[in-house]
């Protein structure tokens, strides 16, 4: 019964588009009924966890900060307090989520693995129905998913399982890619050969681009962690045509193309005009609008943001000020308004420079190093495969999506952390029993 419930846990994380299939006036989505209904199963079923005194450390800076935070932006005291108390839940949900697993990081990896499967597999399905035009035999969205524009109906048929568009299917699946990716290289057997190769096709079916992003990000950090390419100028050569082939590849594909090229004129205009705002596609638009925002608002609040939560405040008193008159602008077409298009903008503006520096120490201090001395350790391959893929999905989430609660980054925070603990503690077991046995 336990396994059942803590294998749900995992799922209704990726469920945060699932809604009440009837309207009660607002959207209400499931996942806020499961997450109290297992705080209460898991208190009642856990004993004493331990905290450890790093644990506390860490703790007591993000609340002393976020005191501050607060303090110098009382008049956002609403929207301060409805971020800190989800982000509160979605916390306390996390933690006891991964200790009702007793802290077995090798099986909640397991278990997640078969959670980015089914998803695989409801891509799958979906990009056959789609092209064979049968495409309601795979609408989620009766079970009550909201799908976004479902992309997956038209051409080019871009899958996206339940997920509400095709880059939360990509986010979902990075944190596995590294472990899908060393499996070509014989480094484990966690998963088959094949699913391997159907992860990666699934991602490349998403034509995302944050989906070529995560692929090439993984492909390098696994290259440059393992081999020395001083040693192997050979193999440096190779890789780096390898990836500029790729690149071109993603490059040209016509979604992408006019993405990034949009993007780029904008970026680097001296003179930013009415058309030129007019002309953007809708990603280039959100990018650059809510960059301008960002920045204008951290040369008025550097060191500790506007308030947690008060982007959207922010963004209404600078959209006017920061862009020349637009269509955007007149028929009030605010994209990312709530979260900024990025969590890097998003930190920024809200928690300023502490609060970004924190996180990138964050993300630096507890991202394992790849265990060259101890690749016949099939377990530390595994913590470092799953901590360095949350890695690239960080990194991923800092240049795009900037919500606070979605898509279980509590949970993902929370994985970084005590798998780099654990990858300590085992590490040092592993030397010891070296050191006996020799």
Same mark, same amino acid.
């Given at each position: 019964m336990k396994n059942l419930i803590c294998k749900l846990g995992l799922f209704?994380?990726?469920?945060?588009?699932?809604?009440?299939?009837?309207?009660?006036?607002?959207?209400?989505?499931?996942?806020?009924?499961?997450?109290?209904?297992?705080?209460?199963?898991?208190?009642?079923?856990?004993g004493r966890v331990n905290i450890k005194?790093?644990?506390?450390?860490?703790l007591t800076f993000v609340l002393f900060f976020l005191m501050i935070n607060l303090f110098v932006n009382i008049s956002g005291i609403v929207l301060f307090m409805k971020q800190f108390i989800g982000i509160s839940i979605a916390f306390i949900y996390s933690f006891l989520f991964i200790a009702?697993?007793?802290?077995? &990081?090798?099986?909640?990896?397991?278990?997640?693995?078969?959670?980015?499967k089914i998803a695989i597999i409801g891509g799958l399905?979906? &990009?056959?129905?789609?092209?064979? =035009?049968?495409?309601?035999?795979?609408? &989620?969205?009766?079970?009550?998913?909201?799908? =976004?524009?479902?992309?997956?109906?038209?051409?080019?048929?871009?899958?996206?399982?339940?997920?509400q568009e095709p880059s939360f299917l990509v986010y979902a699946i990075t944190p596995i890619l590294l472990i899908v990716i060393t499996r070509f290289f014989g480094l484990h057997r966690k998963v088959s050969f094949f699913i391997s190769v159907l992860t990666i096709f699934v991602v490349f079916l998403s034509m995302s681009s944050i989906g070529f992003i995560s692929i090439l990000l993984s492909v390098g950090l696994f290259l440059i962690s393992k081999y020395s390419f001083v040693k192997k100028p050979i193999f440096l050569v190779s890789i780096s045509i390898a990836v500029i082939i790729v690149s071109l590849f993603v490059y040209n594909l016509p979604k992408v193309k006019t993405r990034v090229d949009d993007t780029i004129n904008i970026l680097t205009?001296?003179?930013?005009?009415?058309?030129?705002?007019?002309?953007l596609n809708f990603s280039s638009y959100a990018l650059f609008s809510n960059f301008k925002v960002a920045m204008a608002s951290f040369k008025e609040d550097p060191i500790f943001g506007c308030g947690l939560g008060n982007y959207e405040l922010r963004y209404d008193e600078l959209i006017d000020e920061v862009l020349p008159p637009n269509k955007f602008i007149k028929?009030?077409?605010?994209?990312?308004r709530g979260?900024?298009?990025?969590?890097?903008?998003?930190?920024?503006?809200?928690? =300023?420079?502490? =609060?970004?520096?924190?996180?990138f120490w964050f993300l630096y201090h507890y991202r394992i190093r790849f265990p060259k001395n101890y690749q016949d350790n099939k377990e530390l391959i595994l913590l470092w495969c799953f901590n360095n893929g949350l890695f690239i999905l960080f990194i991923l989430r800092l240049l795009r999506n900037g919500h606070y609660i979605h898509l279980g980054i509590e949970f993902m925070w929370i994985m970084y952390y005590l798998t780099s603990l654990q990858y300590k503690i085992k590490r040092r077991e592993y030397q010891e029993k070296l050191s006996i046995n020799t």
């Open positions: 209704f994380i990726f469920f945060d588009n699932m809604y009440l299939p009837f309207d009660i006036g607002f959207d209400f989505k499931l996942i806020y009924i499961f997450m109290l209904l297992f705080i209460v199963y898991a208190t009642s079923i856990i005194k790093e644990d506390l450390q860490i009702v697993y007793k802290f077995d &990081f090798k099986k909640i990896i397991e278990d997640y693995i078969l959670v980015i399905l979906q &990009f056959i129905f789609a092209k064979l =035009g049968k495409h309601y035999l795979v609408d &989620f969205s009766v079970l009550g998913f909201d799908l =976004g524009n479902n992309e997956y109906k038209k051409y080019p048929f871009r899958v996206h399982s339940w997920f205009s001296d003179q930013i005009t009415t058309e030129q705002i007019d002309d028929y009030k077409i605010w994209l990312n979260e900024a298009n990025s969590f890097f903008f998003r930190f920024l503006t809200e928690t =300023g420079l502490i =609060g970004i520096l924190f996180y």
